[in-house]
């Protein structure tokens, strides 16, 4: 919060909305899912990518204004697996376009204390796009401010999916769960039926 007074002054067209802010109720995550660029660009007869394109200013300005706050954690929700349907040319602009933007952007997240990290199915990017984003994910890593999680390749039945098989997972290393069928497995089971 201190930060986001040190930006704006007396006059300025945000002061009086800074000074009207809360600290104490602010939350300590934002979850936001990015959605609507191509719609944008196509109400503006210009081609989705323009969209994309577009929507970068909106998040930098996000983030920073998340870390001006002193929000701990800004979850961006940005590719996810249904994304993968669309033309293979725009899918392999949002991933040129990912790699340019972190690239571009890693010297203000370093210079903002910003910490940046990866969510999703990272393992079925392109192996271009994964290892820029691991590389950026690391050189972040030690930074204390703000932490920005971009989903990347994420989709909510597969998390759903993913938590039950490693619940699954955790009962059977424990003993809890036998293979044999779910009257087998006991108390993990019991009320589900």
């Given at each position: 919060m201190k930060a986001l007074l040190e930006v704006v002054r007396p006059g300025d067209r945000d002061w009086e909305l800074a000074q009207a802010i809360d600290p104490a109720r602010l939350p300590a995550?934002?979850?936001?899912?990015?959605?609507?660029?191509?719609?944008?660009?196509?109400?503006?007869l210009l081609?989705?990518?323009?969209?994309?394109?577009?929507g970068i200013g909106p998040v930098r300005a996000t983030v920073e204004a998340c870390a001006r706050l002193g929000i701990k954690a800004l979850t961006l929700y940005a590719f996810s697996v249904e994304n993968w349907k669309r033309p293979r040319a725009e899918v392999e602009t949002l991933w040129r376009l990912l790699r340019f933007y972190l690239?571009?952007?890693?010297?203000?997240?370093?210079k903002n204390d910003i910490r940046l990290?990866?969510?999703?199915?990272?393992?079925?990017?392109?192996?271009?796009?994964?290892?820029?984003?691991?590389?950026?994910?690391?050189?972040?890593?030690?930074?204390?401010?703000?932490?920005?999680?971009?989903?990347?390749?994420y989709s909510g039945r597969s998390e759903i999916v993913?938590?039950?098989?490693?619940?699954?997972?955790?009962?059977?290393?424990?003993?809890?769960?036998?293979?044999?069928g779910p009257r087998a497995a006991g108390p993990l089971w019991r009320g589900i039926e």
């Open positions: 995550h934002i979850a936001i899912i990015m959605d609507g660029n191509g719609r944008w660009a196509g109400r503006r081609p989705r990518v323009a969209g994309h394109k577009a690239r571009k952007e890693l010297p203000e997240l370093q990290q990866a969510i999703g199915r990272l393992d079925a990017l392109p192996s271009q796009v994964r290892r820029e984003l691991e590389a950026v994910v690391e050189a972040t890593s030690r930074n204390g401010g703000l932490l920005v999680n971009l989903a990347i390749n993913d938590a039950v098989n490693a619940i699954l997972e955790l009962a059977k290393l424990e003993g809890r769960l036998d293979t044999v």
